[in-house]
């Protein structure tokens, strides 16, 4: 589990480092940066542990404590269904504080079907027309798509966030054809300190 002080100084050196201006943005994808999750049998049973004082918490509080952040990265164990109903539990009360200023980003849902999600979001293509075309995870139905839906009510913008996953085995940027190296980022940073440490220490 990553700190909260670990968390928000990379957040920073990678605000400073890029430049990047991601004011009152708050995305809701990757990394648990604030919180601690144990799963439990229910989303009701979960314990939701604030890492900064030890405390216990519950999702409005979660939100409450992640109001001020820029971007919120919430780590997952892609098979399991409780933290995905945290997940949906946190997005409903991040909405309640920052409405149509909230914008949700997911690691399934790949560059190139960006626009087939946005067609679906706006009520342009049905879901099966959707599912068909955009590549979802298997656990789609029972665990994703409660985010999906509630974005899609609600009007929230979703980034697919992920590249395309053929051009994760191309072994290099140079073998990717010049088509789609659009959908990698404009600019990488990978700054040097216990973050970094941390991630490839659990990557290798």
Known sequence: MITNELAETNLLNNERENKMNLKKLLGLGLVCGLLQCSTALAAEAVTIVDTGNNKLVNTEQMAEA????DAVFFGEY????????????LLQALYTKHGDRLVLSMEMFEADNQDILDDYLAGK????????NSRP???YQSDYRGLIEFAKEHKIPVIAANIPRFMA???TIANIGWDYKKYLPKYTT???GAYRDKFFGYMS
Not at 66 to 69: I, S
Not at 125 to 132: I, P, R, T
């Open 66 to 69: 992640l109001v001020g952040y």
């Open 137 to 139: 995870w298997p656990n």
């Open 125 to 132: 293509v049905s879901e099966d027309n959707f599912l068909a």
């Open 190 to 192: 990978a700054p040097e």
């Open 78 to 89: 892609h098979d399991q269904p409780v933290l995905h109903e945290v997940e949906l539990e």
């Open 169 to 171: 085995k191309e072994g």
